[in-house]
Structures are given as C-alpha cells and as structure tokens.
C-alpha cells in the first residue's frame, strides 16, 4: 500500500485528488490548518478515510512532524491562498503561503524522508501577460499579480531543489480548473451559483468585473489525475496541464445563462470593484509533452462543465430553500 501526504485536502483539488488516491488504494494523510469553523464540505463524503494532521504551511515545525508521521511516498503540495484577487490586498499573506511555504514543505521532505516524490501545484497564472501563444513549459513567465509572481517563486525552487539535492519533485503548471466544489468567489463557481439563485427567484442581478478575459476551463477531476500521473514516472519533470481551447468571461455568461433559458444581458452588471489593477488577458495552454509522456488528456468540454455545475447549485439551492420553509413553518 502506498502512502500520500496531501496539503490543501480540504480544498477543491485536494478533494478530488484523495478520491482518486484512495479509489487506488492508498492510505491518504491529510494536512489541516486549524480553523475557527470546519471547513470540511468538500471531503465530508471521505472524512473517515483520511488520516488528518494537524499543520500549517507556513509553520516547518509542523510540516517535519508530518512527514515525519507519516512516512509517505508521495507528497502532492496543493495548499496555498490561492485566490488572484485577494493577492492585490494581502500581499504578504500571499507570498508567506502561496511562496515561501514551498520551500517549508520541501525542506520537510529533504531532511526527513528524502526520496519522498514531491508534486508543486504551479499555476498558468505565471504567464500572465501574454510573450507566447499558446502557453507550455518552456514560455517565459511574465506573473501580473503577487499571487502569480508568487508561484512563480514555488515553481523554480522546486526545479531548484530538484537540480540541488536530487529530489523526486515536479511542478505542474495548471491552467484553470472548475467543478461544483469551485469556491464560490471563482468566476465560474459566481456565474453558476448566480444563475441557480436568479432561476429560483432568489437574486435578481450579478455584479461582474472584465467580461473580455480569456480561460483555459477544465474539470478538476480530470486535472488530479495528470497530479498522479507526474508522481508515477522514472524521471521527475515539469508539465502544462491544460484543455487547448480558450473561452471569455462573456461566453461563460452565455452558456451559463442560456442553460436555464435566460439571458445574461437582462442580469450582469459592471461593478469596478470586480476589475483587478493588472489582467492576464489571454491563457490558452499547449499541454502536448503531457499527451506524450504522461497519456493524459482532458475528457470534460467546458459546456459540458458549466452544466454540471450549474445543475449542482440548483439542487444545492432548491435543497437550502426547503430546509428555511421547513424552518419558517416550524417556527410559525
Ligand atoms: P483552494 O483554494 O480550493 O484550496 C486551497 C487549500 O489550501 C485549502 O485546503 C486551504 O485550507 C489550504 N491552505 C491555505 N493556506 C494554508 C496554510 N497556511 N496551511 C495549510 N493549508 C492551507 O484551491 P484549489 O484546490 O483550487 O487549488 C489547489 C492548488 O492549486 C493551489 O495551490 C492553487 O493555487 C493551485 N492552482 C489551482 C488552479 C485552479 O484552477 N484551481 C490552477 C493552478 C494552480 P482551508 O480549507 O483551511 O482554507
Ligand atoms: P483566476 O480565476 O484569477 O484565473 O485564477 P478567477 O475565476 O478568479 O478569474 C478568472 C477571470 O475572470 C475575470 N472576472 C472575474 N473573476 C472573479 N473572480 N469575479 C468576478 O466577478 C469576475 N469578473 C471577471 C477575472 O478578472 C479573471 O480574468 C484561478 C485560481 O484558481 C488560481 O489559483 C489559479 O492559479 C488560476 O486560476 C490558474
């Protein structure tokens, strides 16, 4: 049986990615930053399967004692602040987490179990402005937002740390990826949701930032599997995992909207506050070396993503709606 860290479980790809791991049997140990209020939604399902520790990314101390408990063969490093616009006002936060706190978790690995196969969650974010089209694992970085220069510092010290100590590490550069466990301040996750809440009557407009930007849109459960797969190889490397085709916030809008059979234009509203000091305009990712060496191909369409998500928040949302009736009426 083979055993894996991951950090950043209770989050969306952490979520996916234990499903994967202990559907192939391993035993799966999850790094958990306390909180006030639970956070385990996402992995509710798989709670009782994962062996929790208690860490912080950005506390080594933390990090040595869980690899130390629990001897792994495989670390998957996906915890980070991981949201572009929160990186603008919380620069530091970010670079403390989203930067630094690599080179916490490769330390851990080095001094305690070195032959450990280290995966780095790197970002399409690192592009940023648009050098190359389109983008792939020798494309110069060029990161718009603290977030971005951020992993762009996560990325090279794990290339560093691969090339100094020898280290089974790899950085997957991943374009974006979505599903209904999305955090709701993600555009795709916003539109779904909103567009489950105006159908059910419940909201009646949604405030947007830069409609024109243009996504690389995946499904998570698809990407965790390309995570796998790099950890899987005789060589470690670095590799773009991406769908190939590019769609705009506005297109999103359409698709979302048009699903339920509205309109978005009668909806959506610009609101600056949503408009960031610095865009990536343009990510479209080329991910033929993972086609190549790894097999791996994304299977969802992003129609078909949008859907799926969009059929997800109305049933979560019918499912709240019922449960306040049932409240109001009990109260009455
Ligand atoms: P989420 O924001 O859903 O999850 C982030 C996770 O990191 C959460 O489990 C969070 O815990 C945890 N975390 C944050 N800070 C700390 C800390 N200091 N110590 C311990 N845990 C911490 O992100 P995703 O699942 O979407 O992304 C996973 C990784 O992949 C991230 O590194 C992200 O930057 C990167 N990435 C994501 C892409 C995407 O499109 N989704 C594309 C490319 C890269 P808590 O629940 O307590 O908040
Ligand atoms: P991104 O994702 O910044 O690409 O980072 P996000 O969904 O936040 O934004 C995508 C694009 O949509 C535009 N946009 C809006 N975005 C949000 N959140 N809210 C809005 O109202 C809105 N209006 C327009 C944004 O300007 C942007 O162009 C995600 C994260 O998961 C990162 O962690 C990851 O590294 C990258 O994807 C690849």
């Not at 209770?10 to 049997?25: C, I, N």
């Not at 993600?186 to 243009?214: C, P, S, W, Y």
């Not at 995570?227 to 999103?252: A, K």
Request: charged share 25%.
């Amino acid at each position: 049986m083979k055993t894996a860290l991951i950090t950043g479980v209770t989050g969306q790809d952490g979520s996916y990615l234990a499903e994967l791991l202990l559907s192939k049997g391993y035993k799966v140990y999850g790094l958990r930053r306390r909180t006030s209020t639970p956070n385990y939604e996402n992995v509710r399902h798989i709670h009782d399967q994962i062996e929790w520790i208690s860490g912080d990314l950005t506390d080594l101390a933390s990090l040595i004692e869980a690899v130390r408990s629990a001897e792994p063969d495989e670390v998957y490093n996906l915890a980070a602040q991981s949201y572009v616009a929160a990186s603008w006002p919380q620069p530091l936060a970010t670079g403390h987490m989203t930067a630094l706190s690599v080179t916490n978790m490769l330390e851990a690995v080095r001094i305690v179990k070195p032959n450990t196969r280290f995966y780095q969650a790197s970002s399409s974010e690192m592009f940023g402005k648009v050098v190359e089209t389109p983008q792939k694992e020798t494309t110069p970085f060029y990161p718009r937002s603290p977030y971005g220069v951020a992993k762009v510092y996560g990325h090279w010290i794990t290339v560093n740390y691969r090339e100094s100590f020898n280290l089974y590490a790899c950085s997957g550069i991943l374009f974006n990826h979505e599903s209904p466990r999305r955090g709701l301040e993600f555009v795709t996750r916003k539109v779904t949701d909103a567009v489950a809440r105006i159908k059910l009557g419940l909201q009646h407009e949604l405030r947007m930032g830069n409609l024109e930007a243009l996504r690389d849109w995946g499904f998570a459960g698809d990407y965790v599997k390309a995570m796998w797969l790099m950890l899987q190889q005789n060589e470690p490397d670095d590799y773009v995992i991406s769908t190939g085709e590019t769609h705009s916030v506005r297109e999103l809008l359409e698709v979302a909207f048009s699903y339920v059979d509205l309109n978005y234009e009668d909806y959506v509203v610009i609101d600056p506050k949503f408009v960031r000091p610095a865009e990536v305009d343009l990510l479209l990712g080329d991910c033929a070396k993972a086609k190549q060496n790894l097999g791996w191909e994304p299977e969802i369409s992003f129609e078909k993503l949008i859907h799926m998500m969009i059929d997800e928040d109305l049933k979560r949302v019918r499912a709240e709606m019922k449960y306040n009736d049932a409240l109001s009426k009990a109260l009455i």
